[in-house]
C-alpha cells in the first residue's frame, strides 16, 4: 500500500487547511485510515482516525474543530481542520491499516502563524 498525502501549508491561527490522503497499491480491504501529527521534539500523536464503516475517533485537543472523512471509492481520507491555533503546526502523516499492516504516509507539514 502506497499512501499519498496533500495539502499541508501555512496558514494564519484561526484559519482552514485541508488534507488529503489517497492510498493506492494492494488497497483491498484497507480497515481504519486516520492522521497522526508530529511536532518539533514531540512524539507522533494521534489527530484521527475513521473506520472503514465511518465511525471516528479525534484527539481531544482537535474535538469540534477537525473533522476527519473518507471516500471508500477513491480509498481517499480527508482531514478538514478549521479554527486552526499554532500548537496544530507538525507533520500530519496519513496511516492506514490492512490487518495485520499498518502503512504510514511521507508527512505533509502544516504550519500555524499565530
Known amino acids: 500500500v502506497q499512501l499519498q498525502a496533500s495539502g499541508g501549508g501555512l496558514v494564519q491561527a484561526g484559519g482552514s487547511l485541508r488534507l488529503s490522503c489517497a492510498a493506492s497499491?494492494?488497497?483491498?480491504?484497507?480497515?481504519?485510515m486516520g492522521w497522526y501529527r508530529q511536532a518539533p521534539g514531540k512524539q507522533r500523536e494521534l489527530v484521527a482516525i475513521?473506520?472503514?464503516?465511518?465511525?471516528?475517533n479525534y484527539a481531544d485537543s482537535v474535538k469540534g474543530r477537525f473533522t476527519i472523512s473518507r471516500d471508500n471509492a477513491k480509498n481517499t481520507v480527508y482531514l478538514q481542520m478549521t479554527s486552526l491555533k499554532p500548537e496544530d503546526t507538525a507533520v500530519y502523516y496519513c496511516?492506514?491499516?490492512?490487518?495485520?499492516?499498518?502503512?504510514w504516509g511521507q508527512g505533509t507539514q502544516v504550519t500555524v502563524s499565530s
Open positions: 496511516w492506514v491499516t490492512r490487518t495485520p499492516t499498518q502503512y
Open positions: 475513521i473506520s472503514r464503516g465511518g465511525t471516528t
Open positions: 497499491g494492494s488497497i483491498f480491504t484497507i480497515n481504519n
